[in-house]
């Protein structure tokens, strides 16, 4: 069973630094293939921020390319999301996924499992 839980979010100014967290609070074996994080804002739909793979590869929304980076740490069963340059419209409730091998990494349909969130508050 996997139970994710994120952690990190916080209220911060534009230009700031947030790093968001996420561990398999079952501390089971391994199995997700790919790891993503999602985000929502109020009133929108939620989008894919970032992901990796088993294999490594990794990628980005364009709006946080350059700015965020995604890590994986399978000894410890965490999964990290460095946020730099924060802007305001980086605002909303952060999600943490897991899923099987997939190669549409930021369709949020290609995770079967998800925390509860971590809010990310970015003020101008």
């Known amino acids: 069973q996997v139970q994710l839980v994120e952690s990190g979010g916080g209220s911060v100014q534009t230009g700031g630094s947030l790093r968001l967290s996420c561990v398999d609070s079952e501390v089971s074996p391994w199995i997700a293939k790919t790891m993503a994080w999602f985000r929502q804002a109020p009133g929108k739909e939620r989008e894919g921020v970032a992901a990796?793979?088993?294999?490594?590869?990794?990628i980005y929304a364009d709006s946080v390319k350059g700015r965020f980076t995604i890590s994986r740490d399978k000894n410890s069963n965490s999964l990290y999301l460095q946020m730099h340059s924060l802007k305001p419209e980086d605002t909303g409730m952060y999600y943490c996924?897991?899923?099987?091998?997939?190669?549409?990494?930021?369709?949020?349909?290609?995770?079967?499992?998800w925390g509860q969130g971590t809010q990310v508050t970015v003020s101008s």
């Open positions: 996924a897991a899923g099987g091998w997939t190669r549409f990494l930021l369709s949020d349909v290609q995770y079967g499992y």
């Open positions: 990796v793979r088993d294999d490594a590869v990794e």
